[in-house]
T-cell receptor
């Protein structure tokens, strides 16, 4: 149980286009999901906290207009990278907390590799 | 500021014990975690320890926390080839422990 999926697993796009990444909790409901990005040989950086039915909370330095987050249901959060540029190329990872569990238990998706040409 | 450091690589023989070390700078963390990342799979929580504990054991895994030195370690007994992965140390902050600060990860290679 507690499986989180991400789609797509990898994507290549042209500079200036927008890319949407989906994060789904497959067998549980999650009121809270997190979005991270990971650059090569660097640690995971929390980008934002996605709360079902309300606005996402962004970490300092993360542009909310560039990284749009929508948590429309208890099993789906989406991250849209708008007007992507090569510097947005990274590994994006989401995690979800089951609504009946404490915050110690985050379940992670397998990640999405974004390459912007 | 908050910072978590780990050595990047560790190589052991199958059957030996592995010890992965982590140091952190902020003593106000509430929980410290070890996650495992295998290629193509999501990060898997292995174990975590509350900051007022010294040790936690779970089957082959032993976590030691030295709060005075801000040092956390993960010992894997009888290491198997399936244990080859990247291991991340992380610490959480805040009243709801939601924000995790991560190390760079230690790549463990288990040689037969």
């Amino acid at each position: 149980g507690a499986v989180v999926s991400q789609h797509p697993s990898w994507v290549i796009c042209k500079s200036g286009t927008s890319v949407k990444i989906e994060c789904r909790s497959l067998d549980f409901q999650a009121t809270t999901m997190f979005w991270y990005r990971q650059f090569p040989k660097q640690s995971l950086m929390l980008m934002a906290t996605s709360n079902e039915g309300s606005k996402a909370t962004y970490e300092q330095g993360v542009e909310k207009d560039k990284f749009l987050i929508n948590h429309a249901s208890l099993t789906l959060s989406t991250l849209t990278v708008t007007s992507a540029h090569p510097e947005d190329s990274s590994f994006y990872i989401c995690s979800a907390i089951p609504r009946d569990r404490g915050y110690n238990e985050q379940f992670f998706g397998p990640g999405t590799r974004l390459t912007v040409l | 500021g908050e910072d978590v450091e780990q050595s990047l690589f560790l190589s052991v023989r199958e059957g030996d014990s592995s010890v992965i070390n982590c140091t952190y700078t902020d003593s106000s963390s509430t929980y410290l975690y070890w996650y495992k990342q295998e290629p193509g799979a999501g990060l898997q929580l292995l174990t975590y320890i509350f900051s007022n504990m010294d040790m936690k054991q779970d089957q082959r895994l032993t976590v030691l926390l030295n709060k005075k030195d801000k040092h956390l370690s993960l010992r894997i007994a009888d290491t198997q080839t399936g244990d080859s992965a990247i291991y991340f140390c992380a610490e959480s902050f805040g009243g709801n422990n939601r924000k995790l600060i991560w190390g760079l990860g230690t790549s463990l290679a288990v040689n037969p």
